[in-house]
């Protein structure tokens, strides 16, 4: 722990380079905006007038005895000016008017350092309706950034959409919309929402617009929250997508088709034993070996480039399952089918590790995805995440953060924290609704 002088040290110490920094962006500034340069420049011309002035405005005559020790005081005035009022210009150029303001209410929510230091708001950008905070961090890391969202939409007055890394991991970007802005309770899914592109999946909607991810940088996703959060949905939502983008999907449903009815069972591959899974996890691998196979001899690293220079197309696998907690637990389960559920997590792990770049991706959902449930392995190769309602517990074995629990309604269904491992940005969204689907 650091003794009162050593704070007030490195305060002071901070302070002075903040101002430094500032008066440094106001120079950038000026060099980037004409105007500012005029105004620069209006300022020294001001000096200039009126020290060519001096004797009218201030009402002595150049023969006058204290002439001379009134022009140096009129001089040193003039100078002390032209070097004070083009760096006070500097430096209001050089960031936010609203900084000050910021810190203050920083401060008083208790969003500081380890020495009492709040973060430092550097720019603030504009688009339409949408705000960009960039601040820099003073040390504090992006996790308690998250786990004070609820805090910072109080102190900005605005909804956030995501908190994200800025240029480096010393910057904070927080997007944000008016405090007006509300998610809906519920939307549905239409066909004609299809993302264009093959590999992109659409999640639902922020207050920034249309969430998406993408497998070719996000092949692999966990999926967790409370019960009756709408893991289900929104899992369902992603394959849907998946079979209509001609993907083949396979399911594992251990709840006897309640979920993944009749419809599921003509569109896709669903199993609801261990030993299918088993299965559908050796076919998996056989792909993926047959596929490395390919590649190598048509000298290609993914499966974007082997489709793209070959006659042939590789269509991408899916498989998901939404009781990841009943496929690895082995509390109450025989010898034999202990056996298969290690058999499962070895080829999982497998598949989690080397998919991508084949095509082959994974989705697991379940409540809790902590190393009782997942095998260490399997959850260490998946790192995007999507938590639906959750306390600060959950919240924080899902994202690392309790961002869920400052940020999802108790009440809410549908609203889930997307962290995509990719940077991590976090971002806060609805879920889209399915229609009925019929065979």
């Known amino acids: 722990m650091f003794d009162n002088d050593k704070k007030n040290e490195l305060c002071q110490k901070d302070e002075l380079q903040q101002n430094i920094d500032r008066v440094r962006n106001g120079v950038g500034a000026v060099t980037t905006e004409p105007k500012k340069a005029v105004g620069l420049v209006s300022c020294w011309a001001?000096?200039?007038?009126?020290?060519?002035?001096?004797?009218?405005?201030?009402?002595?005559?150049?023969?006058?005895?204290?002439?001379p020790l009134k022009d140096l005081l009129t001089a040193s005035i003039i100078g002390v000016s032209a070097a004070a009022a083009p760096s006070a210009l500097l430096w209001a150029w050089g960031g936010p008017l609203e900084a000050g303001a910021v810190q203050d209410d920083m401060i008083r929510a208790g969003i500081v350092n380890s020495i009492g230091e709040p973060p430092v708001l550097a720019h603030v950008e504009k688009a339409h309706d949408l705000k960009i905070y960039t601040f820099q961090a003073c040390g504090i890391p992006l996790k308690d950034w998250m786990d004070s969202a609820d805090a910072l939409q109080t102190v900005l007055n605005r909804s956030i959409g995501e908190i994200r890394y800025g240029a480096d991991h010393q910057h904070i970007q927080?997007?944000?919309?008016?405090?007006?802005?509300?998610?809906?309770?519920?939307?549905?899914?239409?066909?004609?929402?299809?993302?264009?592109?093959?590999?992109?999946?659409?999640?639902?909607?922020?207050?920034?617009?249309?969430?998406?991810?993408?497998?070719?940088?996000?092949?692999?996703?966990?999926?967790?929250?409370?019960?009756?959060?709408?893991?289900?949905?929104?899992?369902?939502?992603?394959?849907?997508?998946?079979?209509?983008?001609?993907?083949?999907?396979?399911?594992?449903?251990?709840?006897?088709?309640?979920?993944?009815?009749a419809w599921w069972a003509d569109h896709c591959d669903v199993t609801d034993s261990l030993d299918g899974l088993v299965q559908t996890l050796e076919k998996f691998c056989a792909e993926l070996e047959r596929r490395k196979k390919l590649f190598r001899a048509a000298g290609c690293s993914n499966i974007e480039q082997y489709n793209a220079q070959t006659a042939q197309h590789l269509h991408r696998m899916v498989f998901a399952t939404d009781e990841a907690a009943f496929v690895f637990d082995k509390s109450g389960k025989t010898k034999e089918e202990k056996e298969l559920i290690d058999k499962i997590a070895a080829k999982l792990s497998i598949i989690t590790a080397q998919g991508r770049a084949f095509g082959l991706h994974t989705f697991l959902s379940t409540q809790r995805p902590d190393a009782q449930v997942f095998p260490p392995f399997v959850r260490s190769n998946i790192d995007t995440r999507i938590c639906g309602r959750a306390d600060k517990?959950?919240?924080?074995?899902?994202?690392?953060?309790?961002?869920?629990?400052?940020?999802?309604?108790?009440?809410?269904?549908?609203?889930?924290?997307?962290?995509?491992?990719?940077?991590s940005n976090v971002t806060v969204f609805q879920s889209y609704c399915l229609p009925d689907l019929t065979p």
């Open 174 to 261: 927080i997007v944000t919309a008016p405090p007006t802005t509300i998610l809906p309770n519920y939307i549905t899914y239409h066909n004609r929402l299809l993302p264009c592109e093959q590999t992109v999946l659409l999640l639902g909607r922020s207050v920034l617009g249309a969430v998406t991810i993408d497998l070719r940088t996000i092949p692999h996703l966990i999926i967790g929250g409370s019960t009756n959060s709408g893991k289900t949905t929104i899992l369902k939502v992603l394959l849907l997508q998946c079979v209509q983008h001609g993907m083949a999907v396979y399911v594992a449903d251990f709840k006897g088709a309640v979920d993944f009815g």
């Open 393 to 423: 517990v959950l919240s924080e074995i899902i994202l690392g953060s309790t961002i869920a629990d400052e940020l999802i309604p108790k009440t809410s269904q549908g609203r889930f924290v997307l962290n995509d491992g990719c940077g």
């Open 46 to 67: 001001v000096l200039a007038v009126f020290w060519k002035a001096r004797h009218t405005l201030l009402g002595y005559a150049l023969g006058d005895p204290l002439a």
